[in-house]
C-alpha cells in the first residue's frame, strides 16, 4: 500500500523534485540545481532530448521486456546507475550511504566521488557489485597512488577519471545563494536551515559535511578560495593524455574517461587502453556554450567501439531508451536520485528506480522493443516551441540528430 501511495503522489521525478525543493534550505537546492553562466547547457540538454522521438510499432502481442545486461563484465539488471555528485552530504544527510546501499540492494553501479562527504573507507561494508570510484586528478603521484589504492581496498572496481573540470566554475546562481567552502552557516543560510527542519535535525545528528575522502592530504592547507572552488582545488591538476597514461599503468580495474564531447578524442582514448568513455557536459555544470550532451553522443558512438555511459538531462526512462537509441551503452543520473532523496528520504531512491523501471518498460511496449538491442531507430520531432508545418524540413526528416 506504500508503495502504491508512493506511486499515487509521485508518480514522475518532476513530483519528486517540488517536493525536495520544498524540503531543502534555498542555498544547497541552489547548489544542487544550478548550472553555470545563464544555465543555457543545461536548458539545451533538455531541449535536445524532447527532439529525439521514435515511431510507435504496433500488432506485437504479449512481450517480455528485459532491462537487463552486461556492462564492463558485471551483470546489471537494470541499464542505469547513480553519478557521482560532490557534497551529497550537503544535500540530505548521509546520502552517500544511503545510495550506496540502495545501489547495492537493486544491483546498480553507484560512483562515490573524490570530494563526497563520506570516504571510500565509510562506505566499504556498504558497497555492491563493481561500484566506482571518481577522481579528481590529484597533482602529487603519492596522493594519487594513495588514493587508487584506498579505492581498490574499500572495494571499489572501476576508476572514473573527471576530465571536464580543468579550472573551477562559475555557477553564478550557486555564489548567489551564499553557500562557501567549506560551509559555514552564515545568518543568512542560519534563517534558511531554520525553515527546513527536517534537514537541519538530520544535519544535528550527522553534523555539517566535509570532503572527508581528503582530510588526511589537506590538514593546515589553506582554504583563500572561490565560492565555487573548494579544498580539492589545491590538490588537484588539470590532466593530459599523460596523466591518463599514468592511470592505465596503475589501476588495474576498468578505467572510465567522463566528459567527453568531442569523437576526435575517442579514438585516441581508446588507443590509451581506456575500457569506456563517459558522454557528458557535467549536467551544464562547467561551460555554458557546450552542446548538449545527447548531440555529441552519435558521433562519438561512430568513432569508437568502447562502451559508451551517458549522462546530462537524463529526466525518466524515455530519456534512457533516447540515449541507448543514439548509441549508449549504460545511463548514469545525478541530480534525479539526490531529487529522490530529498523528496522522501531513505525511501526516495528505491521509488525513482521504480518510476525508471516502470516508464522504460511502458515506452517498450510502445515501441514494440523487448530489450535494448531491440530499440527502433529514432527520428527528429519538430521543437515544442516551433508550430509543425505541412511542408518537409529538417525538423520532420527521418534522421537521429
Known amino acids: 500500500m506504500r ?3 508512493l506511486h ?10 517540488q517536493r525536495a525543493r520544498r524540503r531543502l534550505p534555498r542555498f544547497v537546492w541552489d547548489y544542487l540545481d544550478s548550472a553555470t553562466g545563464q544555465e543555457a547547457t543545461k536548458a539545451r540538454n533538455r531541449a535536445a532530448l524532447d527532439q529525439i522521438g521514435f515511431t510507435p ?25 547513480i553519478s557521482p555528485v560532490g557534497m551529497s552530504g550537503l544535500i540530505w544527510p548521509d546520502a552517500e550511504r544511503q545510495l550506496a546501499r540502495c545501489a547495492a540492494a537493486h544491483g546498480i553501479p553507484y560512483c562515490l566521488s573524490t570530494v563526497a562527504s563520506q570516504s571510500p573507507e565509510d562506505l566499504a561494508a556498504d558497497l555492491g557489485a563493481a561500484p566506482w570510484f571518481q577522481l579528481y586528478p590529484p597533482k602529487d603521484p603519492d596522493i594519487r597512488r594513495d588514493l587508487l589504492d584506498r579505492a581498490k581496498a574499500a572495494g571499489f572496481a572501476g576508476l572514473v577519471l573527471t576530465v571536464d573540470v580543468p579550472v573551477a566554475s562559475r555557477r553564478e546562481r550557486q555564489t548567489r545563494s551564499g553557500l562557501t567552502q567549506p560551509p559555514k552557516l552564515t545568518p543568512r543560510l542560519l534563517a534558511q536551515v531554520v525553515s527546513r527542519p527536517v534537514w537541519a535535525l538530520g544535519m544535528a545528528k550527522h553534523g555539517m559535511p566535509r570532503m572527508r575522502t581528503l582530510d588526511r592530504y589537506t590538514d593546515g592547507a589553506a582554504t583563500s578560495l572561490s565560492s565555487t572552488a573548494h579544498i580539492g ?80 538531462g537524463i529526466e525518466g526512462g524515455l530519456d534512457i531508451l533516447r540515449a541507448q537509441a543514439l548509441g549508449a551503452d549504460f545511463v548514469m543520473l545525478g541530480r534525479a536520485f539526490h531529487f529522490a532523496l530529498a523528496a522522501l528520504g531513505r525511501d526516495g531512491p528505491d521509488h525513482l528506480i521504480d518510476i525508471l523501471r516502470n516508464d522504460l518498460e511502458a515506452n517498450m511496449g510502445q515501441l514494440g522493443a523487448t530489450d535494448m538491442n531491440t530499440l527502433p531507430k529514432p527520428m527528429r520531432l519538430p521543437s515544442i516551441a516551433q508550430p509543425f508545418t505541412t511542408g518537409r524540413s529538417d525538423a520532420d526528416s527521418n534522421q537521429p540528430p
Open 3 to 5: 508503495g502504491m501511495d
Open 8 to 17: 499515487q503522489r509521485y508518480p514522475a521525478l518532476s513530483d519528486l523534485r
Open 57 to 81: 510499432s504496433i500488432l506485437h502481442g504479449p512481450q517480455e521486456v528485459s532491462l537487463a545486461s552486461d556492462f564492463l563484465g558485471t551483470p546489471r539488471p537494470l541499464p542505469f546507475g
Open 233 to 312: 582545488y589545491l590538490l588537484r591538476t588539470s590532466p593530459d593524455w599523460e596523466y591518463v597514461k599514468w592511470l592505465r599503468d596503475h589501476w588495474t580495474g576498468p578505467l572510465i574517461v567522463k566528459g567527453v564531447l568531442r569523437a576526435e578524442d575517442a579514438g585516441l582514448l581508446e588507443d590509451l587502453g581506456v575500457d569506456a568513455l563517459w558522454v557528458s557536459n557535467h549536467a551544464g555544470r562547467q561551460f555554458d556554450a557546450a552542446p548538449a550532451a545527447i548531440e555529441a553522443l552519435p558521433s562519438i558512438r561512430a568513432a569508437s567501439n568502447l562502451p559508451l555511459i551517458f549522462d546530462s
